[in-house]
């Protein structure tokens, strides 16, 4: 890879790799270190990808895993899994979701439980399906789509709380 190859791949993709970060960590420095980090093992590790279309799946599951093993370092435990089991998501009219600003919903975000603010930032932020998001945080399909439903539902009850705004019954 050439110099011109890597400086293509970190303007593509920076800001999206960094907006992913500071909804993991919720602080700006540590987001842009993170970020950082990610080019740096991108640039030493990036001829073992095979499959260049994937640069960017493997730049955030980079991310992601640094992040995580930031995360280990600090507790000194592994984060544990939950169960599989979904939520049953509450009605939300679409009139009451559109009066959200963005600030409501980050703060919203960076409140959800640690292993939910992942799949949501992935979906909602970067617009990744699925099976996106499962390759991305090395997940079976299964547990990131359970995931991101708990994540939602969670969402949406910080979001609405205090009010039965929107809910249908």
Known sequence: M???DFARIVAQHYE?????ALSLTRDKAESGQLTQK?????????????DLPKVEIWLFTTLHREFLGSRRQQTGFPPHELDETALKLPLI???????LDTQQVLVALAQLDANLVSPVALFYLQDYSYKEIAEILDLPLGTAKSRLTRGIGQ???LLFRDSDMGQSN
């Open 2 to 4: 050439t110099d011109l």
């Open 16 to 20: 999206a790799l960094y907006r992913f």
């Open 38 to 50: 990610t080019f740096s093992i991108w640039a030493t590790k990036s001829h073992e990808l095979r």
């Open 93 to 99: 009219l679409p009139e009451v979701a559109n009066k």
């Open 155 to 157: 969402l949406q009850r």
